[in-house]
């Protein structure tokens, strides 16, 4: 029996809370990756973002930190071309900001070695305790994101979809291609049954996704 979807609903006051400290604490770079023998050490739990390029994942994490520029945010897409880590609170957690897959305008060799560092981090870090694939709201899933959520699947770990540039779009429209996106999940099962709606510029859906990210055990 297929998993039921739902959407992400408003954290109770404790995890809420536990959200808001988490990223009102110290949000510190530690160091970007080129390869796999680079990682830090995995001596703590680590939660990643990935998503196509352009899909505004650097917006997003900073909405979630409350930095402007703590990730770098472009509109050329590919700028991210390495697998950065950021110390959350007192050093308990790790947030991974991945390269973007997908469309990048940088050289061909480039973008194919960092694709394949983004793939065999997703296949192999054992203290990644959950993925979150962002999907545009404004398009749906992509052939791309399929390839990234079955290398989950493979791989055992599970992702959360977080749906992107919510206020984009018309309601109509965020509404019929969250639906797509649902049974495109339902055949992934590493998907989480619970997808978060996210704005970054209006801060939609960001204390939902900071409780999931501090709750997390």
């Known amino acids: 029996m297929s998993l039921q979807f739902t959407l992400a609903h408003e954290p109770e006051l404790e995890a809420r809370e536990a959200g808001r400290l988490l990223f009102a604490g110290p949000v510190d770079f530690v160091k970007g990756v080129v390869a796999m023998s680079g990682l830090p050490e995995p001596d703590r739990l680590e939660v990643c973002f990935a998503g196509r390029s352009n899909v505004g994942k650097s917006s997003l994490i900073n909405a979630l930190t409350g930095r402007k520029s703590l990730a770098r945010a472009s509109n050329t897409p590919g700028r991210t071309q390495e697998i950065n880590y950021f110390a959350l609170g007192e050093m308990n957690r790790f947030l991974v900001d991945l390269p973007g897959y997908g469309y ?8 194919a070695k960092w694709q394949a560092l983004l793939k065999s981090y997703l296949a192999g870090r054992q203290t990644l305790r959950r993925a979150f694939v962002l999907i545009d709201t404004r398009h749906g899933v992509k052939a791309v994101d399929e ?18 540039k ?50 997390l055990v």
Not at 104 to 111: D, F, G, I, R, Y
Not at 147 to 164: H, K, N, P, Y
Not at 166 to 174: G, L, M, P, Q
């Open 166 to 215: 919510a206020d984009k779009v018309s309601k109509t429209e965020r509404d019929a291609n969250i639906a797509l996106s649902i049974e495109a999940l339902k055949k992934h099962p590493a998907a989480y049954p619970e997808i978060v709606v996210t704005s970054s510029e209006k801060g939609d859906g960001i204390e939902s996704l900071r409780a999931i990210i501090a709750t």
């Open 104 to 111: 990048a305008e940088a050289p061909v060799a480039v973008v």
């Open 147 to 164: 390839e990234i959520m079955a290398l989950l699947d493979r791989s055992a770990v599970t992702f959360q979809v977080v749906m992107t």
